[in-house]
């Protein structure tokens, strides 16, 4: 969860606390003491934004946030910071359209999933936690969990289970969704979590069945990796030289594209093999510092357990010119070809 994170097993059910994830971690891989201006594109709670400012009294924040509420929420902060931070309501996947009046700037942060704000809040629809209205929509508006529930076909819902919710028993789930909006319509998320519940083991103190559905549900209503996609395309464009792009992930499927986009902006693609000629590679527009991500400590998961899923990477803008949009993270970000993953649902 954005500034909290979610540890993927109790991202939707679970006690939800602002506790920025990996904040020192993040502060320093954007090298945020030293001044200058930043972008915190998942806005949220502000958490980062806040980490940020203490880095450096020099240091200012750009914060988009696609909810209105946190936009509304982070008044006071604004307000407090007196000129060091700007809050632009939008989707960080247009980042460089919304900061373009501020660009260049000296590092981007993005904290990928859901805020613990929207999952404290029923009405959101976001946690099976309180039973509220089937929503999970981040701007309040547009396609919702429930029109996606109660529409979608089996097989389209079985897909979004098990490729965004990596999910075993995604066609169980699809076909009981299918049967139960025969009878009546899916409103609720005490409905929904109930019907997963009867179709899915749970094991022993672990978490709750629904959880991997609500995750699944809530990355196709928001389009949570196509918006990461463009986000780190958008980060390239308005980084200047020798500025820093971090990225937190909670989920498998975000660090993949992360990791890709870094693997192939900082020239490390795979170039040919003995078998296949020798493939041409881009100049790098990035540098990775770190090999690998950084992941919290032992005494920062046992504080947060949302923490213990959490990797960081980042990298710092190189003078090279700004790269066409790689079409494999388009691919990463949708859903596959469903004759390839068919055999594994049940």
Same mark, same amino acid.
């Given at each position: 969860?954005?500034?909290?994170?979610?540890? #993927?097993?109790?991202?939707?059910?679970?006690?939800?606390? +602002?506790?920025?994830?990996?904040?020192? !971690?993040?502060?320093? &891989?954007?090298? &945020?003491?030293?001044?200058? $201006?930043?972008?915190?594109?998942?806005?949220? /709670?502000?958490?980062?934004?806040?980490?940020?400012?203490?880095? +450096?009294?020099?240091?200012?924040?750009?914060?988009?946030?696609?909810?209105p509420s946190a936009i509304r929420r982070g008044?006071?902060?604004?307000?407090?910071?007196?000129?060091?931070?700007? @809050?632009?309501?939008?989707?960080?996947?247009? $980042?460089?359209?919304?900061?373009?009046?501020?660009?260049?700037?000296?590092?981007?942060?993005?904290?990928?999933?859901?805020?613990?704000?929207?999952?404290?809040? /029923?009405?959101?629809?976001?946690?099976?936690?309180?039973?509220?209205?089937?929503?999970?929509?981040? *701007?309040?508006?547009?396609?919702?969990?429930?029109?996606? %529930?109660?529409?979608?076909?089996?097989?389209?819902?079985?897909?979004?289970?098990?490729?965004?919710?990596?999910?075993?028993?995604?066609?169980?789930?699809?076909? &009981?969704?299918?049967?139960?909006?025969?009878?009546?319509?899916?409103?609720?998320?005490?409905?929904?979590?109930?019907?997963?519940?009867?179709? %899915?083991?749970? *094991?022993?103190?672990?978490?709750?069945?629904?959880?991997?559905?609500?995750?699944? $549900?809530?990355?196709?209503?928001?389009?949570?990796?196509?918006? @990461?996609?463009?986000? $780190? +395309?958008?980060?390239?464009?308005?980084?200047?030289?020798?500025?820093?792009?971090?990225?937190?992930?909670? +989920?498998?499927?975000?660090? #993949?594209?992360?990791?890709?986009?870094?693997?192939?902006?900082?020239?490390?693609?795979?170039?040919?093999?003995?078998?296949?000629?020798?493939?041409?590679?881009? !100049?790098?527009?990035?540098?990775?510092?770190?090999?690998?991500?950084?992941?919290?400590?032992?005494? !920062? %998961?046992?504080?947060?357990?949302?923490?213990?899923? &959490?990797?960081?990477?980042?990298?710092?803008?190189?003078? %090279?010119?700004?790269?066409?949009? @790689?079409?494999? @993270?388009?691919?990463?970000?949708?859903?596959?070809?469903?004759?390839?993953?068919?055999?594994?649902?049940?």
């Amino acid at each position: 969860m954005k500034g909290s994170g979610d540890g #993927r097993t109790e991202a939707a059910g679970g006690p939800a606390r +602002h506790v920025p994830v990996l904040l020192a !971690e993040v502060c320093e &891989a954007l090298s &945020a003491g030293r001044g200058g $201006l930043y972008v915190d594109g998942t806005f949220g /709670a502000g958490g980062y934004t806040r980490g940020i400012l203490a880095s +450096h009294a020099g240091t200012s924040v750009i914060g988009i946030d696609r909810d209105p509420s946190a936009i509304r929420r982070g008044d006071m902060l604004v307000r407090q910071a007196r000129g060091r931070v700007t @809050l632009v309501e939008g989707r960080f996947g247009n $980042l460089d359209e919304l900061v373009s009046e501020w660009a260049p700037v000296d590092g981007v942060v993005l904290d990928i999933g859901v805020s613990s704000m929207q999952i404290d809040e /029923a009405e959101r629809g976001f946690s099976f936690r309180f039973d509220g209205p089937l929503d999970m929509r981040m *701007e309040q508006a547009g396609r919702s969990a429930a029109d996606l %529930v109660n529409e979608a076909t089996e097989a389209e819902l079985a897909d979004i289970i098990f490729h965004y919710g990596e999910e075993r028993r995604s066609r169980a789930i699809a076909r &009981a969704i299918i049967e139960a909006r025969r009878k009546s319509p899916l409103t609720t998320t005490k409905q929904l979590a109930d019907l997963v519940a009867a179709h %899915v083991w749970a *094991e022993p103190g672990g978490a709750h069945p629904a959880t991997r559905v609500f995750q699944a $549900l809530r990355i196709a209503v928001n389009d949570e990796l196509g918006e @990461l996609v463009r986000a $780190l +395309h958008a980060a390239e464009k308005v980084l200047k030289p020798g500025g820093r792009l971090a990225v937190v992930t909670f +989920h498998s499927l975000e660090d #993949r594209i992360v990791k890709q986009f870094f693997t192939a902006r900082t020239g490390r693609t795979p170039t040919g093999s003995r078998h296949l000629p020798m493939m041409a590679v881009p !100049e790098a527009t990035f540098v990775a510092p770190a090999k690998g991500p950084i992941v919290p400590t032992d005494k !920062e %998961v046992a504080a947060n357990p949302r923490a213990r899923s &959490a990797k960081l990477r980042y990298a710092v803008r190189s003078e %090279v010119a700004p790269l066409p949009p @790689l079409d494999s @993270l388009d691919i990463l970000a949708g859903l596959p070809d469903r004759s390839r993953s068919r055999g594994e649902r049940r």
